[in-house]
């Protein structure tokens, strides 16, 4: 059967609008990030998941933990990470959090609690994942093998595709886009307040 032009257009144009009305109700927030960086911590800390809680069902968040890390070999895979050896080893262990935890809530929380002391990566990740009864085990031996490794490269190769390309941690990207990178550091509700419709009811 087939059906009159117009009402296929106007088939179309309500698909186009409810597809948009779905889109404008949902921010999706990229952060690109080093795990020994005071910034990002901050950010995480005062910013990311403050705004998170505020509406956790209205903004979906992706982690990029890379930053400026170099790859310095690929066979084998090693990296220079910019806070040394230590901030590799928290990359590694937040790529397989990432990799591993599906539900957004427990990884944001573990990865604000664990970038907040990453004196001892490993420790921090024990102590966080317990307090949040978070299986710590598997995250520790993923970042340990060779897929901590390639997780972290995949990071950097997201990393390097942005367009302009990273200079400062962390970036964030809101809806794809990376403008107005001081207020989306320092005022990250008010710009996904911004974009979002409805507003939330929490919003300035």
């Not at 998941?49 to 505020?54: D, E, I, S, V």
């Not at 990296?79 to 809530?105: M, P, R, W, Y």
């Not at 420790?123 to 972290?152: F, H, K, V």
């Not at 942005?162 to 005022?187: A, H």
């Amino acid at each position: 059967m087939f059906l009159p032009r117009g009402v296929l257009s106007a088939f179309g144009l309500a698909i186009l609008f409810h597809a948009q009305v779905f889109a404008d109700y949902i921010a999706t927030v990229g952060v690109y990030y080093e795990t020994l960086s005071p910034n990002c911590s901050e950010f995480f800390t005062n910013q990311l998941l403050p705004a998170y809680r505020l509406a956790p069902d209205r903004f979906n968040v992706t982690l990029f933990p890379f930053g400026k890390t170099v790859i310095s070999s690929t066979d084998p895979l090693t990296f220079i990470c910019e806070h040394g050896e230590k901030e590799c080893e928290g990359l590694k262990i937040h790529s397989c959090a990432v990799d591993l935890i599906h539900n957004q809530t427990l990884l944001l929380n573990l990865a604000e609690c664990t970038i907040r002391n990453q004196t001892h990566p490993e420790a921090r990740l024990r102590e966080c994942a317990i307090r949040q009864d978070i299986e710590w085990r598997p995250i520790a031996e993923c970042a340990e093998t060779s897929i901590g490794g390639q997780l972290l490269e995949s990071n950097g190769n997201k990393t390097n595709e942005l367009n302009p390309r990273l200079t400062d941690v962390p970036t964030i990207t809101l809806n794809g886009s990376q403008d107005d990178q001081s207020e989306l550091r320092t005022n990250l509700w008010k710009e996904i307040c911004d974009v979002l419709q409805p507003k939330p009811l929490d919003c300035p």
